[in-house]
């Protein structure tokens, strides 16, 4: 019986923890695609800085 609780608790805390990683890691691409992508972004739409 012990053996099935734990193995549940394992089981139930896996896909919360990857979805965690996930969505780190595509903040992050983000987050760095937009520094290398902002000075063309700024010519093609004619942004000012303020």
């Known amino acids: 019986m012990t053996t ?4 549940t608790s394992k089981n139930s805390s896996v896909v ?19 520094g290398s ?3 063309y972004l700024s010519q093609i739409l004619q942004l000012t800085p303020f």
């Open 16 to 34: 919360p923890m990857a979805i965690v990683a996930v969505l780190f890691f595509i903040l992050g691409f983000a987050t760095w695609l937009n």
């Open 37 to 39: 992508l902002m000075p």
């Open 4 to 7: 099935n609780v734990m193995d």
